[in-house]
């Protein structure tokens, strides 16, 4: 059943190697000097013994691995042949997770869209096995006490908002998926190192450009392979991104985000953020009586907040999530005037809950890891056999929980892509071919990096008189009914255009 | 009487091509100026009523004569030759080609999964069958044919094709297996070959005797086999587009690639495919947006169409 190839450097593979960077000498020496000491030679003059295959995947983090999971569970992608290129020892360990560990701090929110992708590969059952939490309510407020809002899942007919899963467990179940299937596949245990997009094999008598049939792709550890179509997914700082010429537009948010798994008294059930005048602070359920915490601030506070002892970043916690920074928002009264009460008609079931203070954080359960913030977006997503997806094409605030989804999002549109290149009989290398897949996701991913960064810019400074217009949108939002839905499917990964689609 | 009996006839094609064969043009098939003209093949005000086993009068035209007409256009042969170097340059004259081959290859792989009773979610549906591309030039249609499993012997007049064909198929394990000859489907037909299925896209529209060269399309189809051909239509509109519009305008295609009268329109290629033993099944329309750049199928065969058709039982 298991047919994962665990590359393992193979002396016959090195000969091929040696006879090839012979040949084209000034490509290849930077890269592997190690195999030039072997002093191995022999001599042939084809390309016979370097493997060859339709998809190497370079990067096998999570969006890598569910692009291969994705493409051995379609009809018309099983058969093909797929390299996956990743120095991560996790691909290799095979292991289990133990569900008594504390859960780790790197944790993502998977949308509904993210769930459906998942079971569509059979893949869920293994988060099933571990621990996951879903939350069906959302309460977001900010320190000026002038509004609040909260999302229910009822208010657009569903049973859940969300599910907050640890990294290690979204990555370790569709690695069982991907091993569980059938699909030919090849691990490297290595990094990319030098990428060829304009080889062409047998290239003897014609002119290179429109036949180049092959990318040609260098590994640190001396291996050399072939594929019809490279994938990056080798996420922010993508080695291919940066191999294939392809340019990126972004800037550095002046913050850094902390994140810790807590621990407190009473089970969640609900996601909390609130706006500081520093930045937002996010409470995550994740299970059993835990919680995940990602507070954005400047550097030095992050700075601060990592060094200081437990008791005292507990109670920054606490105060950051309850009194400090301001008082509470009032409840709203029940069908009372008020400024928006025109709208009341349209409310949503929701609307009229009261406002609620998240559970008190008792004890600090893993290390506190600090992150900068930045949002990169790739000016294109594919140029000829290549294809970036994931961090690799784009990068977010982790404060709305998209960045992965982001990135599963681009898995299960290229995997897409490819099989209908596969029903035409195209070489799935093809540009034409990709391009189809960049338009689909560009048009999605930056629509979504316009409300997060909107989001960021709106929270993250204090604008004086502006925090009024933002509590007035906090009860718009809570009150318009067909905005706030859309806000919410939008966030959930199900709709296209955000907003006022 | 004649048009009555057509009707009847192309009552078993699809809904679509039905409703467009309703058209006074149609119906009254004899008008001579519409077949006349300026019409290479000279059988054609001759018409008798279409009977599925040909008629030997058919076709009475001095090329004839000799033991095997020629399909050969040699003005056209020589337009291809000259560009033949930039087949597989996907922005180049052959832009066209590249970007309707998606749509054209999935309406090939419906058809021809029902045809042949394939699973259409295979990835190589078509292995096991023996497919011909008539007109092959670079190779564009024989490749994809070939990656979806298919046996594909592909040839071209034109001997640089082949070579180029050849070369580019040679990058390629899968393609590698394509056998590309420089022939015609005339002399494969002298040679007794058969194929389960042929195809000659955009081709019909550059040979010397369409009607011919449909009957040898015919010859080399095994019984209950499938024939594709795809061709513009001799309409306003494809003249606007085709010609104008790609050749003058958009410079996708070199001046002088098409001659507009030299194209059929698709009631009267049902009709000579019809007296070649082949009865068309489903004809679809290629229709190119300008603003995303993509050709999509569609029910209007207003410009490019492409026909399935099988091989009648003889
Ligand atoms: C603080 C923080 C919090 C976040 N919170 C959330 C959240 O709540 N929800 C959410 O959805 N997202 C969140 N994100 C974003 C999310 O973690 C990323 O979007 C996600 O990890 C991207 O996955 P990826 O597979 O594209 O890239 P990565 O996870 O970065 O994986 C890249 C892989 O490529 C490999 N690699 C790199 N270079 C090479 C090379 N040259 N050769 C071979 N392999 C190579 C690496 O070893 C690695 O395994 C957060 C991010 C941060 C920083
Ligand atoms: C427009 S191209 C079409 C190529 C290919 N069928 C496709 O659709 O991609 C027409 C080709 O038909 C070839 N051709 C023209 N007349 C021919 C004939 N009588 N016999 C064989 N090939 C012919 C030309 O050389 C040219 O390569």
């Known amino acids: 059943m298991n047919r994962v190839i665990f590359k393992v450097l193979r002396p016959i593979r090195k000969y091929g190697l040696r006879t090839f960077s012979a040949a084209t000498s000034d490509l290849l020496n930077a890269s592997h000097n190690h195999s030039a000491t072997t002093g ?302 025109w709208l009341k008609l349209d409310t949503t079931p929701s609307a009229n809950e009261p406002f609620e203070v998240p559970p008190r954080i008792t004890k600090l359960a893993s290390e506190r890891m600090v992150f900068p913030l930045s949002l990169m977006h790739a000016n294109s997503y594919v140029s000829k056999r290549v294809a970036l997806i994931g961090d690799a094409a784009h990068t977010v605030h982790p404060l709305a929980g998209q960045g992965v989804n982001m990135g599963f999002g681009d898995a299960s549109s290229l995997s897409r892509v490819i099989s209908e290149g596969v029903a035409v009989g195209s070489d799935i290398g093809e540009i034409s071919l990709l391009r189809r897949y960049e338009s689909e996701r560009k048009a999605a991913n930056i629509a979504m990096m316009a409300v997060l960064d909107g989001f960021q810019k709106a929270y993250s400074v204090d604008f004086g008189p502006l925090n009024v217009l933002r509590a007035a949108a906090f009860h718009g939002a809570n009150y318009i009914s067909p905005l706030k839905k859309n806000i919410i499917s939008y966030a959930s990964g199900e709709q296209g255009i955000p907003l006022f689609s | 009487m004649a048009s009555k009996l057509l009707l009847s006839q192309l009552r078993t094609l699809t809904n679509l091509t039905y409703r467009r064969f309703i058209n006074p043009e149609f119906i009254c098939p004899l008008r001579p100026e519409l077949l006349i003209g300026s019409r290479t093949y000279s059988d054609a005000p001759h018409l008798p009523p279409v009977d599925p086993v040909p008629s030997p009068i058919i076709g009475d035209n001095p090329l004839r004569k000799t033991k095997i007409s020629s399909s050969l256009n040699q003005a056209e042969l020589a337009k291809f030759s000259a560009i033949s170097e930039t087949w597989w340059d996907a922005e180049g004259p052959f832009k066209p080609l590249h970007a309707m081959n998606p749509t054209r290859l999935a309406f090939i792989r419906s058809t021809l999964c029902r045809h042949f009773g394939k699973d259409p979610y295979c990835a190589k549906p078509f292995e096991g069958l023996k497919f011909l591309d008539v007109g092959c030039g670079g190779g564009i249609l024989s490749e994809p044919l070939a990656r979806m499993g298919a046996t594909v012997t592909g040839v071209d007049a034109v001997d640089k094709n082949i070579k180029i064909a050849r070369l580019h198929a040679d990058l390629d394990p899968v393609t590698s297996s394509i056998d590309y000859l420089c022939t015609t489907a005339e002399k494969l037909v002298e040679e007794k070959r058969k194929f389960d299925a042929v195809f000659a896209l955009e081709v019909i529209e550059h040979v010397a005797d369409p009607a011919e060269f449909c009957k040898s399309l015919s010859a080399l189809t095994v019984s209950n086999g499938a024939t594709v051909v795809s061709t513009i239509n001799r309409s306003i509109r494809a003249y606007a587009t085709a010609i104008v519009a790609a050749e003058y305008i958009l410079h996708w295609l070199p001046k002088g690639t098409h001659d507009w009268s030299s194209f059929l329109t698709p009631e009267e290629l049902v009709l000579i495919l019809q007296r070649a033993s082949i009865s068309v099944q489903e004809i679809a329309g290629f229709v190119y947006n300008p603003l995303t750049g993509k050709w999509f199928l569609s029910d209007d065969i207003g410009v490019n169409f492409i026909a399935y058709g099988a091989k009648i039982d003889e």
């Open chain 1, 40 to 341: 191995i030679l022999e001599k042939t003059n084809s390309t016979d013994n370097v493997p060859q295959y339709d998809v190497a995947i370079v990067g096998g983090g999570m969006v890598g691995v569910a692009l291969a999971c994705s493409l051995a569970t379609m009809p018309l992608t099983k058969h093909l042949n797929v390299a996956l290129i990743d120095s991560n020892p996790a691909l290799m360990a095979g292991g289990s997770i133990k569900k008594e560990d504390p859960p780790d701090p790197r944790v993502s929110t998977v949308t509904p869209a993210t769930i459906s992708f998942f079971k569509g590969m059979g893949a869920w059952k293994y988060i099933q096995l571990h621990r996951h939490a879903f939350f069906d309510r959302m309460q977001v407020w900010d320190y000026t006490g002038l509004g609040y809002t909260r999302y229910s899942a009822g208010d657009v007919d569903k049973e859940v908002l969300g599910c907050v899963v640890e990294n290690k467990v979204l990555h370790r179940a569709l690695l069982s998926c991907m091993e569980e299937s059938n699909m030919q596949k090849t691990i490297y245990p290595a990094r990319l190192s030098a990428l060829d997009l304009s080889f062409s094999l047998k290239s003897d008598n014609v002119s290179s450009q429109p036949h180049a049939n092959v990318a040609k792709l260098n590994l640190s550890n001396g291996d050399i392979l072939y594929a019809k179509l490279v994938v990056g997914s080798d996420g922010s700082k993508s080695h291919v991104r940066e191999l294939a010429g392809i340019k990126t537009t972004g800037w550095k948010y002046p913050q850094n985000a902390i994140i810790c798994t807590v621990e407190h008294a009473v089970e969640n059930r609900c996601a909390w953020q609130r706006f500081l005048r520093s930045g937002p602070i996010a409470l995550l359920p994740i299970g059993d009586n835990f919680s995940n915490i990602v507070w954005t601030m400047d550097p030095k506070q992050a700075a601060e907040c990592r060094s200081m002892d437990e008791a005292d970043f507990l109670k920054a916690v606490n105060e950051a999530l309850d009194y400090g920074h301001g008082p509470h928002p009032q409840s709203e009264t029940k069908g009372g005037g008020g400024l928006f009460s």
